[in-house]
């Protein structure tokens, strides 16, 4: 009885296998490109606690657009993983051409905000009775916004071929694209915020700079490899020789997206609020939250390369019909995340009490950023099943509902908590923070149940082009 519970819920070796070989190239990127902005963030803190705090909130805004891309690259990818499974080449040629003006989209209106709106959204995040913090976080969050709006496109155009290359099955290359960006970044880091070899210290100007060439290097290495191997991903020939995408497809992806993107831009813009109401604590506060979220970064990587497992093994699985192997191995899969995110919030939570000695910030500070470590840490386990629950209904296409589950939720109890908790109570950052916090079960209560029902199981490709 206990060898059939074990593989109902753990598979065997060679499931895992597979699970690994697709998971773990993505884990290490993302581990990779999260540790070095943890790098950039305590560089950053060596400045001082304004430069940090600007830093932060800009970070905080483009958000935003940064997930807006991720919805709109998700939609098409829902459409480009079950073509795979299916063998379709022309489906996949048509979502990538879908997938690079959407983008455009997005990249454009990005940069017009922050170029027309910058300082109105950095005040946003300005709470404090000293008008010299205030003055100096808003000098420095934009100078560091000047610069990190012009990584908006090659940050577009590289999420364009990273997540195609991961729904059809290859995830090594934008793994290695992702550590040669890493080593650009964390040396032009240390040459330009500090001043080395030479050049001229550019502070928070300097980190965004260090940012931008290393999302260049990326999608310079992820492009040229997907062209130069047209032999062995048929789609690659005549992919840019045009924009068009049949109209019949072309309305399926749209319907399938625009929950995603909405989706996507209500949870970014709903995080963005979180922190706004966080932030009315004191600036204290914005840097305890950047602090722990900034080492979370690092121990979330586990949950997402297992949320983007999930999209890729079962997203093919229901391109090729197999419907009852996609739900058992759904529930593998879940279990996978929900594991590996237990070790990895008791490694954080080890972790906590020392990451925030790294900042040149007060004690005061330091200490809340330990609290915030450990509630944090308690929480993984939880979040990585809402986030396996939120990509299974993905896999699918069932969009409406991923977006209920998701930025509904976001939007109708997570918000109106924290606002309520802010602006109509006394009650300190912590106890505020772990109550928005422990919201996160009630929906993962809701995602187990709209897993277990199967409104996911669904083929979304069968004559779509």
């Not at 070796?13 to 993302?30: D, S, V, W």
């Not at 480009?80 to 040629?93: D, L, P, R, V």
């Amino acid at each position: 009885m206990n060898r059939i519970i074990v593989k109902k819920y753990l598979g065997n070796r060679t499931f895992l296998k597979e699970f690994l070989m697709i998971a773990m190239p993505i884990a290490i990127q993302n581990g990779i490109t999260n540790f070095v902005s943890m790098l950039d963030n305590v560089m950053v803190g060596q400045l001082g606690t304004h430069q940090m705090n600007g830093v932060s909130i800009v970070n905080q805004i483009s958000l935003i657009p940064f997930l807006c891309l991720f919805g709109a690259m998700a939609g098409a990818g829902i459409f480009t993983a079950q073509f795979y499974g299916s063998g379709e080449n022309e489906g996949i040629k048509y979502t990538f051409r879908f997938k690079l003006c959407i983008g455009a989209v997005v990249v454009a209106a990005a940069m017009a905000v922050a170029m027309l709106y910058g300082g109105s959204l950095i005040s946003l995040f300005l709470h404090s009775e000293s008008a010299d913090d205030v003055s100096l976080t808003m000098k420095y969050g934009l100078e560091y916004m000047s610069v990190a709006m012009w990584g908006f496109i090659p940050f577009g155009l590289c999420q364009v071929y990273v997540s195609t290359l991961r729904e059809v099955g290859q995830t090594v290359v934008p793994m290695k694209a992702g550590i040669a960006a890493v080593a650009v970044n964390v040396t032009l880091n240390w040459v330009l915020i500090f001043g080395k070899l030479g050049f001229p210290a550019l502070g928070v100007k300097g980190a965004a700079l260090a940012t931008l060439c290393a999302r260049v290097v990326e999608l310079s290495i992820v492009a040229f490899w997907l062209h130069t191997h047209s032999d062995r991903y048929g789609f690659v020939k005549g992919l840019l020789r045009s924009l068009y995408i049949p109209g019949k497809l072309l309305g399926r992806v749209i319907v399938k997206c625009i929950p995603l993107i909405i989706n996507e831009s209500l949870w970014a813009l709903g995080m963005t609020m979180l922190n706004q109401s966080y932030s009315t604590r004191g600036l204290d506060a914005v840097a305890g939250v950047n602090i722990s979220s900034t080492l979370s970064n690092v121990f979330c990587v586990f949950f997402i390369a297992a949320g983007d497992a999930i999209a890729i093994m079962v997203g093919q699985l229901l391109g090729a019909g197999k419907k009852e192997e996609a739900r058992s191995s759904d529930r593998i899969l879940c279990s996978y995340s929900v594991l590996g995110s237990a070790a990895m919030g008791i490694l954080m939570a080890l972790c906590a009490p020392f990451f925030p000695l790294l900042y040149n910030t007060t004690q005061e500070v330091r200490h809340l950023a330990t609290q915030l470590l450990l509630i944090g840490a308690l929480m993984l386990p939880v979040i990585a099943y809402t986030n396996a629950a939120y990509f299974t209904l993905r896999s699918g296409g069932n969009t409406f509902v991923t977006f209920l589950f998701d930025g509904f939720y976001m939007l109708v109890v997570v918000i109106p908590l924290a606002y309520v908790l802010t602006r109509f109570t006394d009650l300190p950052i912590i106890p505020v923070y772990m109550i928005c916090q422990i919201s996160e079960a009630v929906k993962a209560v809701i995602g187990f149940v709209m897993v277990r029902k199967g409104v996911w199981v669904n083929n979304i490709v069968e004559n779509a082009t």
